[in-house]
């Protein structure tokens, strides 16, 4: 399997544009989560799915990040209008929690918003 | 709510030293606990877990053991190498149907040789 599989890598921006996150969760995983890791707050979970159900969003910092999973292969994370304290690591995991509670971490995409 | 507690780094260490990272935690119930390590440029990748008191979790000479008693889950190991570079993160997930789970700020070794 490929593991799980985050694009674009980096992403540098301007302040006010949209940008968009994408995720592909391993195969026959059923949970996915989105993380957003930096220095000051370390390791924060945005939000995460079951069975392409959003469960817990309560990490999505305010309305300006939105997340979606229109089927068990996909998911994208997209923040409008962007800024700069939006600017981070965001990972992608997946995971068969109801079996074998392990994370599997996606390579993450840096964003930056200038 | 949960929270995850662990030492300040950076941790900096001679190849072959003993290695320990801290870690205590607050949860309710009996949570799984886990140790996570992330290399540079990399996703976090699962290192060791325990699900419940007194388990010990162990991996590529890594063993933290699940103490309820003093709420901790130290990460040791023995003799550390070059390759054992990287961040580390302390983390669980509460019991129960939620699925969260919850991270600590991570701990950066760096060993030297």
């Known amino acids: 399997d490929a593991g799980v599989i985050q694009s674009p890598r980096h992403e540098v921006t301007e302040m006010g544009q949209e940008v968009t996150l994408r995720c592909k969760p391993i195969?026959?995983?059923?949970?996915l989560f989105w993380y957003r890791q930096t220095m000051m707050r370390g390791l924060e979970l945005l939000i995460y799915?079951?069975?392409?159900?959003?469960?817990?969003d309560s990490g999505m910092p305010e309305d300006r990040f939105s997340a979606k999973m229109p089927n068990a292969s996909f998911s994208t994370l997209k923040i409008q209008p962007s800024e700069p304290r939006d600017s981070a690591v965001y990972f992608c995991a997946s995971s068969e929690m109801d079996r074998d509670e392990k994370l599997f971490f996606g390579s993450g995409t840096q964003l930056s918003v200038l | 709510g949960n929270s995850v507690t662990q030492m300040e780094g950076p941790v900096t260490l001679s190849e072959e030293a003993f290695l320990t990272i801290n870690c205590t935690y607050t949860a309710t119930g009996y949570p799984s606990l886990f140790w996570y390590v992330q290399y540079p440029g990399e996703g976090l990748q699962l290192l060791l877990k325990?699900?419940?008191?007194?388990d010990k979790g162990s991996n590529k000479g890594f063993e933290a053991t699940y103490r309820k008693e003093t709420t901790s889950f130290h990460l040791e190991k023995g003799s550390v190498q070059v390759s054992d570079s990287a961040v580390y993160f302390c983390a669980l997930k509460g019991s129960g149907g939620y699925q969260k789970v919850t991270f600590g700020t991570g701990t950066k070794l760096q060993v030297i040789p």
């Open positions: 799915f079951n069975n392409n159900v959003p469960i817990d």
């Open positions: 325990a699900t419940k008191a007194d």
């Open positions: 195969s026959g995983h059923d949970y």
